[in-house]
T-cell receptor
Framework: DAGVTQSPTHLIKTRGQQVTLRCSPK?????VSWYQQALGQGPQFIFQ???????QRGNFPDRFSGHQYPNYSSELNVNALLLGDSALYLC????????????FGDGTRLSIL | GEDVEQSLFLSVREGDSSVINCTYT??????LYWYKQEPGAGLQLLTY?????DMKQDQRLTVLLNKKDKHLSLRIADTQTGDSAIYFC???????????FGKGTTLSVSS
């Protein structure tokens, strides 16, 4: 039973560039959430996708956008990268419904130079 | 808004019990969670407790929930060096979509 998979594992970009991160949910899950984890902090919610639409969004600017495909996989796009966007980006999946346990992938480590 | 707080560090000796504490503000959550994060890795769902339970035991792990005081704890019996990691307490937001995390408790186990 495959868990949540994310790609790439690591990424290095420069300021102003754009990046796309990818996530495949755990088998049987149809809801995907994205979190940003800065060094020494807990993960912060970016947004959640369900039925190919953004269901809820955290306190992140419009530079952060996402997409969910019919097979439930998801992408996180970040435009106009800033140094402060350097973080571990975590994808979590869950079964549809509210307040269900979320299962996380190993994350993508994004470094901005 | 919703908030989750945890102590930042805990140091124990191998074989001892570890107790990690957490307080939360939102009382409407269905479940409360404990996640483990090892260096360079993502979050592993360790265990979770339904909000109408007081206690849940899962092998070496015991979760205690005091809803009146909004206090959650994780006890690890017979702590091993492999238990060294960061432990996060998490609660759902009021919409039940996002998880709200504490800053994490770094557990250091010495032999």
């Amino acid at each position: 039973d495959a868990g949540v998979t994310q790609s790439p594992t690591h990424l290095i970009k420069t300021r102003g560039q754009q990046v796309t991160l990818r996530c495949s949910p755990k088998s049987g899950h149809d809801t995907v959430s994205w979190y940003q984890q800065a060094l020494g902090q807990g993960p912060q919610f970016i947004f959640q996708y369900y039925e190919e639409e953004e269901r809820q969004r955290g306190n992140f600017p419009d530079r952060f956008s996402g997409h969910q495909y019919p097979n439930y996989s998801s992408e996180l796009n970040v435009n106009a990268l800033l140094l402060g966007d350097s973080a571990l980006y975590l994808c979590a999946s869950t079964m549809s419904g509210i307040s269900q346990p979320q299962h996380f992938g190993d994350g993508t480590r994004l470094s901005i130079l | 808004g919703e908030d989750v707080e945890q102590s930042l560090f805990l140091s124990v000796r191998e074989g001892d019990s570890s107790v990690i504490n957490c307080t939360y503000t939102d009382s409407s959550s269905t479940y409360l969670y404990w996640y483990k994060q090892e260096p360079g890795a993502g979050l592993q769902l360790l265990t979770y407790i339904f909000s109408n339970m007081d206690m849940k035991q899962d092998q070496r792990l015991t979760v205690l929930l005091n809803k009146k005081d909004k206090h959650l704890s994780l006890r690890i019996a017979d702590t091993q060096t492999g238990d060294s990691a960061i432990y996060f307490c998490a609660d759902h937001n009021q919409a039940g979509t996002a998880l709200i995390f504490g800053k994490g408790t770094t557990l250091s186990v010495s032999s």
